[in-house]
């Protein structure tokens, strides 16, 4: 097909994930041990920047484990080890002169369950900027609060009550307060583990709406047990299996035509 | 397509059938065990109630006559001599060192003359040692009133109290049928009647005297079977006595002699009291113990012969007491007031003077060195355990030796204060300073399992949402864990305060057991806390002080009650918050 | 043998889609046989068969469908099962063109019935005839066992098809350019021929999507085509 042709197609308005830039974040030779059991083998992978990137397959398979050393979080978990070397923007994450804390500023996470703190809906939002230092005024931070609201695409419902306890909310509106509560210290990732398993299917789409906004500007990465879900909302799919990644490839040819046999037993549902 | 109904069906060979005599057997029989149970829990919870009432209401029925005191209310004239100083002036100190009691013993005179030497001494002892220290002070704040007649009210003697309060005899008024003629108006005298009003009386002693008697055989009759040398003696002793009261019985004279053992007989005529020492059918003899006003024939039905049913010998108050206290009464000069200097004065010897308000600002300042030091330490102890610290074997010792001090005796926590406060770091002893160091040891363990327990119970998502946002550890911890466990450590707190507040044990081996009149000033100055001094008091012989140790438990489950209050209503508005 | 879905009602709706499939291709094979048989014999009653029959055709395609668009909705199919599914809608509706041609033959069988047919120009008829049956059998062969090597197969074969077709193009050409009283027995014939050529193309078609079910990859663009018919000139 010749550039004559292509110009007059019909073209999506959604932006096209941009193969040429360099990805967000890069794994290389990553292992994870909990004690003597290794979780995850020898993980390569390349994270693309502002795009969605999903992680499927089968419990236990490392998806979340994997997930939970971007920011870290793993080192709450005294028993877990991380070998390797994972980077953001060329920077080792794993650096002994890194400060942990900063990191998780970086990079947000959004949890299954949603887990608002059981404060005020501003007060969620704006624990963040606040411990932070990114606002120097009320003024200030009430933009920052509103802001985040606004793109989480919750202020128009709470806008009369940010007094009122998050935790009085819907469970599609604790989990988008969530997201707001992370976007609000202004992350460059943000990792989502399984964010609608626990939301009913109009909830959910209001997540996967935000979540395909949120990618002009952020890197996503989300794990999700559904295969629906990581084909409707990512550009790029992860399909893990017993601590190794299998197969990594663009979202479309995933779920159409997969190159590795077990990647195509686990989304046609040939478990076995 | 398979059809899965059929295959499961057939895979299922036993299905639920509730129509069957043994399902419908079973069933009775659960329903049978459930109502057993039920009306078990429902025993349970009215023996219970019935103890609770029991005991509170013994207790309350015991305490209240503590809150109230009977003073006598009479006018005492204050002559500007007796308050003179050595210097022939009017001071403020002349006025505190001068002697008030024959002001009072007058001002009671007054009221009630015409009594013998000895009668006015007793009148004068029915008040209380410290029956003009409200005078005092009074006229220490006024010393214009010197020279005035005021009406003051005057404490009386806690014998004098019990009396009004419990009546410590039955008194029987029957007017007489017969006219009365005394042979005198004051000392000893006889009055003759002319109607057989006394021989009810004769028959009533006789009756208690051969009462006595068969008493006192039935214990000879156990002793000789008994036998044995040691009792021979004390026999003969008891066979005499029985004789005498039979002799005395049938005397054939009708005229009884009573003593202290019988129940008093006097006679009211002519606003005057008669004491008999001698009855017969119509003639009677004894004391006068208030004068009468005249020695005229009575006409019959106005004098009146009056019973106390219990006999002098089993009372604290003589009969002329008695007669003195209830002719006051009678002349409207006794009130029942309640009784504020139980709660605003120390502690004293007199039972009527004794008050609370040492233990109390004792108790309020050792626990208030106790929460200072517990509350803070046992939250951060358990904070830094269940966040913080390295899950390793010495961790592990340490929460087990916490568990293991919540179970120690709390005298040991005494011996440790005793030893080491007291010896090596020579502290005041008796010092709420050293009860506080103590009872915060005794209680830290407490506050530190409860905060524990309270800080596990925070989910720890929100934890993790916190170190999501990118806060540090120390922030997620006591930003986000420790104010969601509040609720929980308020109330371990409580609990803490209130099982220190009940302690004496180690109190008393750090010396909170001394004899303390003063309200303690300061933190290192001597008390004495209320759970000590209801040891204390509890002791103490006088009759009065049973119902003050009562009154005295009676502040301390109020005390206990508040503190429970505040507990709950802090829980309630930390968890109104979230 | 793949392993089988966890949720067997799946596997045994996808076995039920083959087995309509391989019988819509048992008909359609038997239709083009007969038909040609029947042009053969110029029987009419064997013509009237293959007409008749193709009712149970359409019916197949039609049933066909809507077990596709029903299985779409309840099982959301990924990868091959996605590519199995849309491959069976696009095979049946080739197979129900491959039944309408052979139709079509046999229509025109009836029309010539009562005249006299030279057996050179029936010759090369059979011949395509022949050809065809064979490219849909080997082509449903490799569907049933999803052989890609042998769609692939089919799919360049077709090459001999157009080329068998030219030839009986230009034969009936100058067999009519002869004798003007030819023309009518001729212009069915040269339909019969196109549609013998159209249920080659057809399997072609089916072969591109065997490939496609098992590879995941279409067949590249330009398949050799043979047909020069349409720029032949007079001669």
Known sequence: MDMSMQKTLPQSSKPVLDASAPPKIKARKVNVYYGEKRAIQDLDVDIPRNAVTAFIGPSGCGKSTFLRCINRMNDTISICRVTGDITIDDGNIYDRSLDVVQLRARVGMVFQKPNPFPKSIYENVAYGPRIHGLSRS????????????????????VKDRLQESGTGLSGGQQQRLCIARAIAVGPEVILMD??????????????????????????IVIVTHSMQQAARVSQKTAFFHLGTLVEFGDTPQIFTNPSDKRTQDYITGRFG | MTDVTTGGAGAFSHRLDFSTTEAKNRIRARYRSEGRFRSYGMIALGVTALFVVVLIGDIIVRGVPAFTEHVARIDVPLKAEAFVGSDGKVSELSIRGADYFPVTRDALTAIIPGLSRANERTLARLLSSGAADDLRSRLVADPTLIGKTVSAPLLLSDDADIYLKYASTAITERPARGAATPSDTSGEITILTSANDFADEVVAVKASLEQRASGLSREAERLRRIGGAQVTERLADLDKQVAELREKNNAPSSEITLDDKVASVLVSIAGGIVKLSKLSNSAVTGDVLIPLSSSAEAAPGSWKIVRYATPESNRKVTDVEVTLLERLR???????????RFLTTG??????????????????FTLFVTLLLSLPIGVLAAVYLEEFAPKNWITEIIEVNINNLAAVPSIVFGLLGLAVFLNFFDLPRSAPLVGGLVLALLVLPTIIIASRAALKSVPPSIKEAALGVGASHQQAVFHHVVPPAMPGIMTGTIIGMAHALGETAPLLMIGMVAFIVDVPGTLTSAATVLPVQIYLWSDLPEAAFKAKTAGLIIVLLAFLF????AAIWLRRRFERRW | MPDQHTVRSYEEELRLLDKKIAQMGGIAELQLGQAIDALEARDPALADQVISKDAQVDALQRDIEEQVITMIARRQPMADDLRHILGAIRIASDLE???????????RTLAISSENLPKTLLYGLKHMAELAQRQLKDVLDAYADRNSDAARLVWTRDEQIDATYNSVFR??????????????????LLFGAKNLERIGDHTTNIAETVHYLVKGTTLAENRPKGDKTSSTLLP
């Open chain 1, 138 to 157: 009320k003024a200030e931070l009430d933009e920052i609060v509103e802001t985040s609201l606004e793109k989480a695409g919750l202020l128009k419902e």
């Open chain 1, 194 to 219: 399984e964010p609608c398993s626990a939301l009913d299917p109009i909830a959910t789409a209001k997540v996967e709406e935000l979540i395909d906004e949120l990618r002009k500007n952020f890197t």
């Open chain 2, 330 to 340: 009678s002349l409207g000069k006794v009130e029942n007031q309640f009784a504020w």
């Open chain 2, 347 to 364: 502690d004293s010897r007199e039972p009527e003077l004794a008050g609370i308000r040492g233990a109390l600002v004792g108790t309020a």
């Open chain 2, 562 to 565: 508040l503190m429970n209050g």
């Open chain 3, 97 to 107: 063109r491959v039944g309408d041609l052979a139709k079509n033959i046999a229509k």
């Open chain 3, 171 to 188: 034969e009936l050409l100058t067999y009519m350019m002869e004798d003007p009283r030819n023309i009518g027995l001729c212009t069915h």
